[in-house]
């Protein structure tokens, strides 16, 4: 797994929005497939959104479809997730992960297996009034 680093993450009520980044740290996502994971308190980590990097293809959870967006940021070489409607249940630290391959998103839900080592900080997003 490469060194990739999650920002955007904060405090919103319900019904609000928030833009998280992933960035690599040090070098360009612009090639990679890029996924975004998030656990909350108490619950597995699981895999939520996916952009493939020959196509800019999009998987989405259901849990967040609709909802929330996952795009390329060619400006900052980085992967952004534009969530919008945000619920309590949204509220978890969400992760990021990338891989070179084009069929890592046929299959990216696999990742939130991976050990404490595989993933970076993280950014905390809590949905609260």
């Known amino acids: 797994q490469v060194q990739l680093v999650e920002s955007g993450g904060g405090l919103v009520q319900p019904g609000g929005s928030l833009r998280l980044s992933c960035a690599g740290s040090g070098y360009s996502l612009d090639l990679y497939s890029v996924a975004w994971f998030r656990q909350a308190p108490g619950k597995e980590r699981e895999g939520i959104s996916c952009?493939?990097?020959?196509?800019?293809?999009?998987w989405y959870a259901n849990s967040v479809k609709g909802r929330f967006t996952i795009s390329r940021d060619f400006a900052k070489h980085a992967v952004s997730l534009q969530m919008n409607s945000l619920k309590s249940e949204d509220t978890a630290v969400y992760y990021c992960?990338?891989?070179?391959?084009?069929?890592?998103?046929?299959?990216?839900?696999?990742?939130?297996?991976?050990?404490?080592?595989?993933w970076g900080q993280g950014t905390q997003v809590t949905v609260s009034s």
């Open positions: 952009i493939r990097n020959n196509d800019e293809a999009t």
């Open positions: 992960a990338a891989d070179p391959s084009h069929i890592y998103c046929n299959s990216y839900e696999e990742a939130a297996n991976e050990g404490d080592d595989y």
